[in-house]
């Protein structure tokens, strides 16, 4: 089983700048890949960055220049840098993680970022 937990989320003015962290935990796993998704109310899951085990990256047109996605693979963790932040930023990100070893897809528990005009 694998867990992962998520911080770093919170009320920013706009223009202002987050760092989203998600640390992943547990027995006998592999990681590959590392992506960041969002949703906001009343819309669907979209995905924000994702960063692959070479550490290609790929960022929503929306985000791109403003957000970072990074890894450390010695803490198993993956961060999301928020710059210059709007308000249509505004939703619950979710980290999610695919391992090579179990082979299956594991999400966060999502954090929220509110950012207030």
């Known amino acids: 089983q694998v867990q992962l937990v998520e911080s770093g989320g919170g009320l920013v003015q706009a223009g202002g700048s987050l760092r989203l962290s998600c640390a992943a935990s547990?027995?006998?796993?592999?990681?590959?890949?590392m992506s960041w998704y969002r949703q906001a109310p009343g819309k669907q899951r979209e995905l924000v960055a994702y960063?692959?085990?070479?550490?290609?990256?790929n960022y929503a047109d929306a985000v791109k220049g403003r957000f970072t996605i990074s890894r450390d693979n010695a803490k198993k963790t993956v961060y999301l840098q928020m710059n210059s932040l709007k308000s249509e930023d505004t939703a619950v990100y979710y980290c999610k993680i695919g391992t090579c070893v179990p082979g299956f897809d594991y999400w966060g528990q999502g954090t929220q970022v509110t950012v207030s005009s």
């Open positions: 547990g027995r006998s796993f592999s990681i590959n890949t």
């Open positions: 960063i692959n085990s070479i550490d290609r990256t």
